[in-house]
T-cell receptor
Framework: GAVVSQHPSWVICKSGTSVKIECRSL??????MFWYRQFPKQSLMLMAT?????????EQGVEKDKFLINHASLTLSTLTVTSAHPEDSSFYIC?????????????FGAGTRLSVL | GQNIDQPTEMTATEGAIVQINCTYQ??????LFWYQQHAGEAPTFLSY??LDGLEEKGRFSSFLSRSKGYSYLLLKELQMKDSASYLC??????????WGAGTKLIIKP
């Protein structure tokens, strides 16, 4: 299957700082990427849909000014958690959608574990 | 509303067979996916069904009945490494992926 690279895999930061997470599709072009958040023992929660060359679409309850998404190219999307606080500590996972005919399969990055002190 | 149901947790024995069911009610249908997620890791793609019937891939098979809004993932010859959560997801008419809460599968020796 297609490969999605996500960096960093683990981040520890102080409260009030900003953290940038990168998501790259390595062997295919992804016009659409997705950002998820997952708290321990809970299901995936879609935060936003990132479309190349346009503004991201945020899910209800997700602050767009806090979680900045940039999808500047067909292989790269970034999520910046601005002014992070301890309640933002979570597992952030990106996925990229590969189009294969009429099939749209989402392939996931390895995830980024964010700990805000 | 859109809804995907799957059991919260299942237990099976190493070497046995287990079937994880998924029922869905969505606005349109453009395919059903199964993903595997080990604890602390991101999901990995297992299978995709868009037509009725059984898709076999090694020890794993996935079945779909669109008229019943039903799918199952069948795991044969269970191994300890199969202990994970199994996520059912459906693509609706807008090609949005709707996720189930996942089924935690516990394999016992």
């Amino acid at each position: 299957g297609a490969v999605v690279s996500q960096h960093p895999s683990w981040v520890i930061c102080k409260s009030g700082t900003s953290v940038k997470i990168e998501c790259r599709s390595l062997d295919f072009q992804a016009t659409t990427m997705f950002w998820y958040r997952q708290f321990p023992k809970q299901s995936l929660m879609l935060m936003a849909t990132s479309n190349e060359g346009s503004k991201a679409t945020y899910e209800q309850g997700v602050e767009k000014d806090k979680f900045l998404i940039n999808h500047a190219s067909l292989t790269l999307s970034t999520l910046t958690v601005t002014s992070a606080h301890p309640e933002d500590s979570s597992f952030y996972i990106c996925s990229a959608r590969e189009l294969a005919g009429e099939v749209n399969i989402q392939y996931f990055g390895a995830g980024t574990r964010l700990s805000v002190l | 509303g859109q809804n995907i149901d799957q059991p919260t947790e299942m237990t099976a024995t190493e070497g046995a067979i287990v079937q994880i069911n998924c029922t869905y009610q969505t606005s349109g249908f453009n395919g059903l996916f199964w993903y595997q997620q080990h604890a602390g890791e991101a999901p990995t793609f297992l299978s995709y069904n868009v037509l009725d019937g059984l898709e076999e891939k090694g020890r794993f098979s996935s079945f779909l009945s669109r008229s019943k809004g039903y799918s199952y993932l069948l795991l044969k010859e269970l191994q300890m490494k199969d202990s994970a959560s199994y996520l059912c997801a459906v693509t609706d008419s807008n090609y949005q992926l709707i996720w189930g809460a996942g089924t935690k599968l516990i394999i016992k020796p």
